[in-house]
């Protein structure tokens, strides 16, 4: 047993020589972690101040930040004003065009408070307004002569407004007839070369009623009536024909969940179509 567990002495050395290796290899990682940890951290100062500039930029552009355009107050008649002097306002196009359909349907405004009835006005936004709102056409609108119907006036009658000739009441009548009608007067922007200067007249001189729509019966149309429609293309046209052979359509939700109408596109077709 006592020879078992003695060492000879070349062993006595390989012991002796590994474990003062250990220690040294010990000593030296102890002593480079401390240096590590004394020496301090070296920092560009030019980069520190690039860092606190950009982090004083991003705070200061977050607070002063706003995502809607910048506008400027200005005495305005809202019985005049064309739709760039609304969005000059603080209005986005789509609200300045609402503005201009509500006067167009409703007639002029006889009193600043009416101006709160547009829904897209809202009572902080008239309050804003309210001390630049001037109303010198509100006396002559008594004597203003009848609107025309835009869905119903013939070329000549459109000729009689300011600024249209024989050319734009043909392009109005032809872009009326392959709609079936308009039922909002931002559609107007879609009339072949329409001007804003026009557009303008007629806002101020014509009237818009939907009931004077011509409507497509989506269910018992022909496939070259429904593929005539400005707001329909070919693959719609396939998918009404195909869907319609299952079960009388209900709905335009089914273009929808094909990818073939955006939510705004069945916003603009649904005047125009019936289901019975």
Excluded: C
Excluded at 69 to 76: A, D, G, H, K, T
Excluded at 93 to 119: C, M, S, W
Excluded at 125 to 142: F, N, T, V
Excluded at 243 to 262: G, H, S
Aim: hydrophobic fraction near 40%; aromatic fraction near 10%; charge should be negative.
């Amino acid at each position: 047993m006592k020879n078992y567990f003695a060492f000879t002495r070349v062993q006595q050395l390989g012991v002796v020589i590994w474990s003062t290796l250990i220690l040294i290899v010990l000593v030296v990682l102890n002593w480079t972690h401390e240096i590590r940890l004394q020496q301090p951290l070296e920092v560009n100062p030019q980069q520190l101040q690039y860092v606190q500039l950009a982090a004083e930029e991003d705070r200061s552009f977050a607070q002063t930040y706003r995502p809607d355009f910048s506008y400027s107050l200005f005495e305005f008649d809202p019985n005049t004003i064309a739709l760039s002097d609304w969005k000059k306002l603080g209005f986005s196009h789509k609200q300045a065009a609402a503005i201009l359909d509500y006067r167009a349907k409703n007639g002029p405004f006889k009193t600043k408070e009416e101006l709160k009835k547009v829904y897209v006005i809202s009572d902080e936004k008239y309050m804003e307004l309210e001390p630049y709102i001037l109303l010198e056409s509100a006396p002559e609108s008594e004597n203003k002569t009848v609107a025309i119907s835009l869905n119903t006036a013939t070329a000549e009658e459109l000729e009689t407004l300011p600024g249209i000739g024989a050319w734009t009441a043909k392009n109005i009548i032809q872009k009326r007839t392959s709609l079936g009608g308009f039922y909002s007067m931002t559609q107007l922007h879609e009339v072949y070369k329409m001007t804003e200067d026009i557009y303008q007249v007629l806002v101020d001189n014509t009237t818009l009623n939907q009931a004077e729509i011509k409507t497509l019966n989506i269910n018992t149309a022909t496939k070259d009536e429904i593929d005539r429609h400005p707001y329909i293309d070919f693959a719609m046209t396939a998918a009404i024909l195909k869907e319609r052979e299952q079960a009388p359509i209900r709905n335009l939700d089914f273009l929808i969940a094909k990818a073939l109408l955006t939510p705004e596109g069945e916003e603009k077709l649904e005047p125009y179509i019936r289901f019975e």
